[in-house]
Nanobody, 117 residues
Framework: VQLQASGGGLVQAGGSLRLSCAAS????????MGWYRQAPGKQRELVAA???????NYADSVKGRFTISRDNAKNTLSLQMNSLKPEDTAVYYC????????????WGQGTKVTVSS
């Protein structure tokens, strides 16, 4: 599975950005997908996740502001980010959780989001 993330950039506080992740490869093995982020000096953390059946899960810090969606027909994952805050500044990574007898995590290359105050 290969993941290609895009859509990051510089935005002012209160603004919006939409991240996209194009997936390719053995899509049938993917059980869930999500977005993680890593700010400078901090550990990578889960932002939002979605199962193949569309069940979503969000970090408390982004609930009500971010929306994760998945287009299974186009093999794409998106993250709509509204009301952005400076503390949302981080590198955002697309993730796919696959099962092929064993559990495997796949990661995209990361896309940087900078929110200015």
């Amino acid at each position: 599975v290969q993941l290609q993330a895009s859509g990051g950039g510089l935005v002012q506080a209160g603004g919006s950005l939409r991240l996209s992740c194009a997936a390719s490869g053995s899509m049938s093995s993917i059980k869930g997908m999500g977005w993680y982020r890593q700010a400078p000096g901090k550990q990578r953390e889960l932002v939002a996740a979605i199962t193949g059946g569309g069940i979503t899960n969000y970090a408390d810090s982004v609930k009500g502001r971010f929306t994760i969606s998945r287009d299974n027909a186009k093999n794409t994952l998106s993250l709509q980010m509204n009301s952005l805050k400076p503390e949302d500044t981080a590198v955002y990574y697309c993730n796919a959780l696959a099962y092929t007898g064993t559990t495997v995590n796949y990661w995209g290359q990361g896309t940087k989001v900078t929110v200015s105050s």
